[in-house]
């Protein structure tokens, strides 16, 4: 079991490439978020998932897209990139089974920079 | 709208010092509080966790109270050590939120000096 996998963990972009991160979990979670950490700062919901098929937008968007095929991955895609999007992506995934009071596990990240 | 609000750091501290990281919230009904813990290099973990008002979380030495009349959760821990340098995040998740998604404080670092 290894929980929630994020690749790569580094990457160095210029302005307007674009490229996916990549997240998987095995433990059969149906609810996914991306999330994006900022220095110095928490952390805030780009999008989310409730299951394969279904996604929704969270708190910053902009510039980004998402897309759930499987249950176990949820990629993100940065479309032209911007400095502005030079941060750490974390993925993380919970069960809805027990409820809102579940644990998010949360991937090791993958820290972008946009140059 | 629903936030978190945690004391600025770093924090530094002896070993064996006490700690106490303080943690406030503004939210619509009665959210699920979270600390998590982030080591260098790694993503968050949950350390502990409550639902409800005066509910207790604790794990490794650290404890939270779900304080509903001051809207607080600080963290405490009695005796810290060199390991438990890290950045701390207090978050909540509102049971009137669909996405079950989590919000945030903005961290506090905290280092432990030998």
């Known amino acids: 079991n290894a929980g929630v996998t994020q690749t790569p963990k580094f990457r160095i972009l210029k302005i307007g490439q674009s490229m996916t991160l990549q997240c998987t979990q095995d433990?059969?979670?149906?609810?996914m978020y991306w999330y994006r950490q900022d220095p110095g700062m928490g952390l805030k919901l780009i999008y989310y998932?409730?299951?394969?098929?279904?996604?929704d937008k969270g708190e910053v968007p902009n510039g980004y897209n998402v897309s759930r095929s499987t249950t176990e991955d949820f990629p993100l895609r940065l479309e032209l990139a911007a400095p502005s999007q030079t941060s750490v992506y974390f993925c993380?995934?919970?069960?809805?089974?027990?409820?809102?009071?579940?644990?998010?596990?949360f991937g090791p990240g993958t820290r972008l920079t946009v140059l | 709208g629903n936030s978190v609000t945690q004391m600025e750091g770093p924090v530094t501290l002896s070993e064996e010092a006490f700690l106490t990281i303080n943690c406030t919230y503004t939210?619509?009904?009665?959210?699920?509080l979270f600390w998590y813990v982030q080591y260098p290099g790694e993503g968050l973990q949950l350390l502990l966790k409550?639902?409800?008002?005066?509910d207790k979380g604790s794990n490794k030495g650290f404890e939270a109270t779900y304080r509903k009349e001051t809207t607080s959760f600080h963290l405490e821990k009695g005796s810290v050590q060199v390991s438990d340098s890290a950045v701390y995040f207090c978050?909540?998740?509102?049971?009137?939120?669909?996405?079950?998604?989590?919000?945030f404080g903005s961290g506090t670092r905290l280092l432990v000096r030998p």
């Open positions: 978050a909540l998740r509102s049971l009137l939120d669909s996405s079950y998604k989590l919000i």
């Open positions: 939210a619509t009904g009665y959210p699920s």
């Open positions: 409550a639902t409800k008002a005066d």
């Open positions: 993380a995934s919970t069960v809805l089974a027990g409820g809102p009071t579940d644990t998010q596990y």
């Open positions: 433990m059969n979670h149906n609810y």
């Open positions: 998932s409730v299951g394969a098929g279904i996604t």
